[in-house]
């Protein structure tokens, strides 16, 4: 394996990992938005009200999308698996 095969699977790992997690922490920042905006109209300075919708909301699209997120990862896998064969 040389310098650049290893910069093309790191490359293609980097963008893998930001396509997986992009859903995930657009979630987190719209509810935090949200909650924020909430706050900021009702004057209401809890710490809970913040991580609890939060930690609501990613389980909810950790439920939804675990699917394609394992089936994403498992074929990332499968792929380096067969150009490592090639080296």
């Known amino acids: 394996m040389n310098s650049d095969s290893a910069l ?3 490359s293609h790992m980097l963008i893998q990992a ?10 987190c920042l719209l509810v935090g ?6 706050q900021v109209a009702t004057q ?5 009200l913040t991580f ?10 950790l439920l ?8 994403s ?8 698996i067969e150009k490592i064969a090639h080296f």
């Open 8 to 10: 093309f699977l790191l």
């Open 18 to 27: 930001a396509i997986i997690s992009s859903p995930i922490l657009l979630v």
């Open 33 to 38: 938005l949200l909650v924020s905006l909430f």
């Open 44 to 48: 209401i300075q809890e710490m809970t």
């Open 52 to 61: 609890v919708p939060k930690l609501i909301a990613v389980g909810i699209t």
């Open 64 to 71: 939804l999308l675990g699917r394609w997120i394992l089936l």
């Open 73 to 80: 990862l498992v074929d990332f896998l499968v792929n380096n």
